[in-house]
């Protein structure tokens, strides 16, 4: 069966410090891969998506960057935190839209 | 370029009785896919329901079913007897086949009173 891994849970950084979220799936080739984030109380935003290795595109300008390394990984990066980058991170995959699997999340505060 | 549209913020339904959250969405593409997701306070994603935009039946589980008009561009959920546990906060999102982008309208905030 198929399942999916992101960590961390929680992190807490401070403004300027780097950022490295993971995400990996396992029980499924080639899949979809996505970041989103949500703020507080409201819906979320997509940041990136990805169809293949290397291939990753980018939905909002920001500080943040993806890489796709391996099949089924998908990694969100960042050099420099910024007060705003706070929030709640979700990986999600999918197969030809059968399927749709989100992580646990990834509750980022940037103090 | 996909939108989804949840134009209610919230609602409130006595347990046992039926709701309806309203969707609406915009996409040139055929090939699409719709989407209700369950966000408990936890904030795990749940996939509730699924529907191929090629299909004309209604997709059912178990006590949720949607309403799917095409021509309207409308994906509404039902939730019938309703219970506690459906607390949440409901997300309606379209993925097409063209660029495999999932995109999410702003959810809904739903209360179950008991």
């Known amino acids: 069966s198929q399942t999916i891994h992101q960590w961390p849970a929680t992190l807490v950084q401070p403004v300027g410090s780097p950022l490295s979220l993971e995400c990996t799936v396992e029980g499924t080739s080639n899949p979809n891969l996505y970041w989103y984030r949500q703020a507080a109380g409201r819906g979320l935003q997509l940041l990136f998506y990805?169809?293949?290795?290397?291939?990753i595109s980018s939905e909002v300008p920001q500080n943040l960057s993806a890489s796709r390394p391996q099949d089924r990984q998908f990694i969100l990066s960042s050099k420099k935190l910024l007060l705003s980058d706070s929030g709640f991170y979700l990986c999600?995959?999918?197969?030809?839209?059968?399927?749709?699997?989100f992580g646990n999340g990834t509750r980022l505060t940037v103090t | 370029a996909q939108t989804v549209t949840q134009s209610q913020p919230e609602m409130s339904v006595q347990e046992a009785e039926t709701v309806t959250l309203s969707c609406t969405y915009d996409t040139s593409e055929n090939n699409y896919y719709l989407f209700w997701y369950k966000q408990p306070p936890s904030r795990q994603m749940i996939l509730v329901i699924r529907q191929e935009a090629y299909k004309q039946q209604n997709a059912t589980e178990n006590r949720f079913s949607v309403n799917f008009q095409k021509a309207a561009k409308s994906f509404s959920l039902k939730i019938s007897d309703s219970q506690l546990g459906d607390t949440a906060m409901y997300f309606c999102?379209?993925?097409?086949?063209?660029?495999?982008?999932?995109?999410f309208g702003k959810g809904i905030t739903l209360s179950v009173r008991p």
């Open positions: 990805s169809v293949g290795i290397g291939q």
């Open positions: 999600a995959w999918s197969v030809n839209g059968r399927a749709l699997h």
């Open positions: 999102a379209s993925l097409t086949g063209a660029n495999s982008k999932l995109t």
